[in-house]
């Protein structure tokens, strides 16, 4: 199973994007790339996913590397309310389960 | 709009009680999970079931059990509840196929065991 390597925090000023990164080398040719984010004392909160090409919603753009083994989540313009704890996770296609790790603290600073 | 809701917001038990967390989901969603999630630890996988009746064991299911009568709910069991499940209780769902959707999770269940 495919598992994710996240930096434990990040500091970013509001106003500037934040580029939070994920290693997932081992990730496997049809496994899926998904963020989530959790604000404290609420449930985790989908962001975005994707597969081989980037993407791009509402929230924030994942930029995949070519060879899949990382990825980045960038959220453009960040706010106060964008400080959570973000988590990169590999979805597994066998047995439908999600691995979440520890996640990336974000604190977005004044 | 869709969601996932757990019954209790936060709970407090005694040890050795039997413990049941509810969750409903009312998106039709095949998959349902438990997680509980504790501090440096992260979200942990206790069990998931994808289909009614059926139950898979994920990384922590030692002193749980799960049951799923109906497509809709997802029960977390604690036989006999002790201060070490003392935890945040997290509840999800989704669709079988990855590419649909990711999980949609309940707002938790706070649970205290004395």
């Known amino acids: 199973d495919a598992k994710t390597t996240q930096p434990t925090s990040m500091d970013c000023a509001e106003g500037r994007a934040a580029n939070l990164p994920c290693n997932h080398s081992t990730i496997s040719g049809n496994e899926y790339v998904y963020w989530y984010r959790q604000i404290h004392s609420q449930g985790p909160q989908y962001i975005i996913h994707g597969l081989k090409n980037n993407e791009t919603n509402e929230m924030a753009s994942l930029i995949i590397t070519e060879d899949r083994k990382s990825s980045t989540l960038i959220l453009p313009h960040a706010t106060l309310r964008d400080t959570a704890v973000y988590y990169c996770i590999v979805r597994v296609l066998t047995g439908n389960q999600f691995y979440f790790g520890t996640g990336t603290s974000l604190t977005v600073i004044p | 709009d869709v969601k996932v809701t757990q019954s209790s917001r936060y709970l407090v038990k005694r040890t050795g009680e039997k413990v049941f967390l509810e969750c409903v989901q009312d998106m039709d969603h095949e998959n349902m999970f438990w997680y509980r999630q504790d501090p440096g630890l992260g979200l942990r996988l206790i069990y998931f079931s994808y289909d009614v009746k059926m139950k898979e064991k994920g990384d922590i299911p030692e002193g749980y059990s799960v049951s799923r009568e109906k497509k809709e709910r997802f029960s977390l069991i604690l036989e006999s509840a002790s201060t070490n499940q003392t935890s945040m209780y997290l509840c999800?769902?989704?669709?079988?196929?990855?590419?649909?959707?990711?999980?949609?999770f309940g707002s938790g269940t706070r649970l205290t065991v004395v």
């Open positions: 999800a769902s989704s669709f079988l196929s990855p590419d649909r959707s990711g999980y949609t």
